[in-house]
């Protein structure tokens, strides 16, 4: 039965071990983590979030290492490049930028390896009162993602306690700001990031990402 996820950004151990007690408490389970942590405690997940220069030579370094692989293109032309990489999991979605770095065919090179587009909210709600076009981009990139047949994951991205929410609230973040379905938000919250981890589609996508290490 998949549990919903969440993937969080802690900036110290300290951090780390609080951010991970209000998860569990508020029904996560398990919590992806991204930063350089050497020792992760149990019903956690490491997650790699890497610059787009880093691909793929930093990221063969790394692979082996991460459950999930990401990158943050700042341009359509770092997107189209980091996801023709079979060793990316997944990109951020264009949260902070003039207009969006993501299109069908990232959308379709990502889909080669099961990947996805994380939806990162705590960091689009920093950035979408100042400049709301970011939530039109984010609305675009994931219906473009969902023609695709490649499902987003939504994820808090939390760099501390207090932006870690209950999971129905990342699922009203996809209905109310990304004009989705509760069904399709709650799969993206639950189902899919569910699968994006399991064994399951590492059995479907080994050997997938080989040729590049």
């Known amino acids: 039965m998949p549990r919903y996820i969440d993937i969080i950004a802690p900036e110290s151990e300290e951090q780390l071990e609080s951010m991970l007690n209000r998860a569990f408490s508020l029904g996560f389970g398990p919590v992806g983590i991204v930063g350089d942590f050497p020792d992760l405690p149990k019903d956690t997940f490491r997650v790699t979030l890497m610059e787009p220069r880093g691909i793929p ?3 063969r370094k790394v692979r082996s290492r991460t459950k999930l692989l990401l990158s943050l293109p700042r341009t359509l032309e770092e997107a189209r490049r980091v996801t023709f990489s079979k060793l990316v999991d997944g990109v951020v979605a264009s949260y902070d930028t003039p207009r969006p770095n993501f299109d069908y065919v990232c959308a379709k090179q ?3 390896n099961e990947g996805t587009l994380l939806i990162p909210v705590s960091w689009m709600v920093r950035e979408m009162f100042e400049r709301p076009h970011i ?3 984010v609305r675009l990139e994931v219906g473009i993602a969902m023609k695709a047949g490649l499902y987003p994951v939504i994820a808090s ?3 501390d306690t207090r932006e870690i929410v209950p999971p129905r609230l990342l699922v009203s ?3 109310f700001v990304l004009d989705l379905s509760r069904e399709q938000a709650k799969s993206m919250v639950k189902d899919f990031p ?3 981890i399991s064994e399951e ?3 479907r996508t080994k050997g997938v990402a080989l040729d590049e290490v």
């Open 110 to 112: 990502l889909k080669r």
């Open 194 to 196: 569910s699968y994006l």
């Open 201 to 203: 589609r590492r059995i």
């Open 57 to 59: 030579g930093e990221a």
């Open 135 to 137: 939530i039109r981009n």
């Open 173 to 175: 973040f996809g209905e």
């Open 157 to 159: 991205m939390a760099r």
